[in-house]
């Protein structure tokens, strides 16, 4: 089968053929329907490869959607042609966190070498993903899997951000969220669906900031250096009581903390290297700031009941297996606006 990996420091992902996995005890086969092109599979190839903790080559794609094409045995609940949604945060499955659906927080998944799918695991951009228990499976329920998969990550991860803020997000609050690409204008829609804040949202150019506006955002501002002292304007001096930083570089990670509000959540979600000082006089009194990683298995179950009920329009490009690559160098030149989807087996 054809699969799309990355096979060592400075190389650009490439198209190759490897062998089709086989189910084994209790494990799926599914026949990639759609998989996600996500910016930390870029940051994974930007590292050397020492400091991967997996081997190489990988097949990239962690964001996956199929349909069941073998069953491993002792496999129940599931039949051929089930159309699925992938759950990628692979955790043991038995410690505390696991119990309680929280996988991404899995307390012996680093110790047991259990890696999500495109992150350690072989991942969905490819003809066949092989997926190791059935449980991290969600039925799709005739959502269409093109726009559906986003929702296991640039969907999940939001979400579960967002959720833990809710409790600030009242009338007349405000959010503020940074990066509208992929995570960032569902988080845009999530806002809207969820809460009655008032939406600002900071992006790097103004074609991005129309999708922002399209997608439900009351204001769009440029993100510069100029951007936390215009969100401060904009509420009055206040600043935000939520703010999403989606990009999570170090310049974005310092307008967060610009825009926070007095009592306020900062959830630094994107992987850029960015960090905040936290502290006394550092921060706004009483700010929470949080690095919440992708989600749990209710809360995808969750964000797919969100799109059956029509308040997510998540924006993608689509590419054929065999463009891929260049499905990448679009997504580092910041050519693709909201999420890219590649379609394995066509549409």
Known sequence: MKAVQYRGAGAAPEVVTVPRP????????????AA????????????PDEALGFPLPLTLGHEGAGTVAALGEGVTGLALGDSVAVYGPWGCGACLMCAQGKE?????AAGLGIRPPGLGAPGAIAEYLLVDDPRHLVPLGGLDPVTAVPLTDAGLTPYHAIRTSLPKLTPGSTAVVIGTGGLGH?????????????VIALDVTEEKLRLARAVGAHEAVLSDPAAADRVRELTGGLGAQAVFDFVGAPPTAA?????AAVESDVSIVGIGGGAVAVGFGTTPY??????????????????????????????????????????????????????????????
Not at 104 to 108: M, P, S
Not at 186 to 198: C, D, E
Not at 255 to 259: D, N, P, R
Not at 287 to 300: D, F, I, N
């Open 186 to 198: 569902v988080a845009i829609q999530l806002l809207r669906a969820l809460t009655p804040a008032r």
């Open 255 to 259: 307008t967060a903390i610009g825009c």
């Open 36 to 47: 996600g092109v996500c910016h930390s599979d870029i940051a994974v190839m930007s590292q």
């Open 286 to 347: 009483d700010t929470a700031v949080r690095s919440p990683y992708w989600g749990s298995r209710a809360e995808l179950i969750e964000v797919l009941d969100l799109a059956r009920s029509g308040v997510l329009d998540v924006h993608v490009e689509t590419y054929a297996l065999d463009d891929a690559p260049r499905a990448y160098a679009d997504l580092h030149a910041g050519r693709v606006h909201g999420r890219a989807v590649i379609l394995p087996n066509g549409r």
């Open 22 to 33: 086989a189910p084994g005890p209790g494990q799926v086969l599914l026949k990639v329907t």
């Open 104 to 108: 991404n927080y899995c307390t012996r």
